[in-house]
């Protein structure tokens, strides 16, 4: 059984450029959500995706966007990127039909805006 | 809006000690509410949450509902303790698809 993976594992962008990150689901979940940590502070919950549709959505703007793929990989698309945007994104995979399953994370992606 | 306050950005305990990491949520409902814990270069990973009443590692949580807390306790700590540990809620859900909202964190360290 593997783990959720990430990539990449950091990036640097400049301002007003678009970035994508990558999640790979662990094996067996269908669920997958991401969150954004900037530092010194908790992650924060952007969206989740199931079947290939957005299940929720935290208080982010249009210019975060993601989807998800049959194999339930997940990609989490930034826009016009802005200074604030630098932190660690997570995503974590879980089981959705299963109460009490946990969501597993992976180690994340350190994305710098300067 | 749900709000989880972690008042205490560092924590240090002496080996044996018993240790309380502070948690208190605004929430209006009745969440689920968990702990998660980072050990150092680990990945954040579910240390334990109210519903299933377990205690992992010898660390419990009680949830209550007047004060709206959940502190997590443990009455004798060890060196390997030392970690960010993060309170978090979530809507309640059957279905295993929490959407979690974190406080700031607590980094614990145990003093040998």
């Known amino acids: 059984e593997t783990g959720v993976t990430q990539s990449p594992t950091h990036l640097i962008k400049t301002r007003g450029q678009q970035v994508t990150l990558r999640c790979s689901s662990q094996?067996?979940?269908?669920?997958v959500s991401w969150y954004q940590q900037a530092l010194g502070q908790g992650p924060q919950f952007i969206f989740q995706?199931?079947?290939?549709?957005?299940?929720g959505r935290g208080n982010f703007p249009p210019r975060f966007s993601g989807l998800q793929f049959p194999n339930y990989s997940s990609e989490l698309n930034v826009n016009a990127l802005e200074l604030d945007d630098s932190a660690l994104y997570l995503c974590?995979?879980?089981?959705?039909?299963?109460?009490?399953?946990?969501?597993?994370f992976g180690p994340g992606t350190r994305l710098t805006v300067l | 809006a749900q709000r989880v306050t972690q008042p205490e950005k560092l924590l240090s305990v002496f080996k044996g000690a018993p240790v309380e990491l502070k948690c208190n949520y605004s929430y209006s409902g009745s969440p689920e509410l968990f702990w998660y814990v980072q050990y150092s270069r680990q990945r954040l990973q579910l240390l334990l949450r109210?519903?299933s009443r377990e205690s992992i590692k010898g660390f419990t949580a009680d949830l209550n509902k007047g004060e709206t807390s959940f502190h997590l306790k443990k009455p004798f700590a060890q060196e390997e303790d030392s970690a960010m540990y993060y309170c978090a809620l979530s809507p309640i859900s059957n279905f295993g698809n929490e959407k979690l909202t974190f406080g700031t964190g607590t980094r614990l360290t145990i003093i040998p």
């Open positions: 109210h519903i």
């Open positions: 094996s067996g979940h269908n669920t």
């Open positions: 974590a995979s879980s089981s959705y039909g299963h109460s009490y399953n946990e969501q597993f």
């Open positions: 995706y199931y079947r290939e549709e957005e299940n």
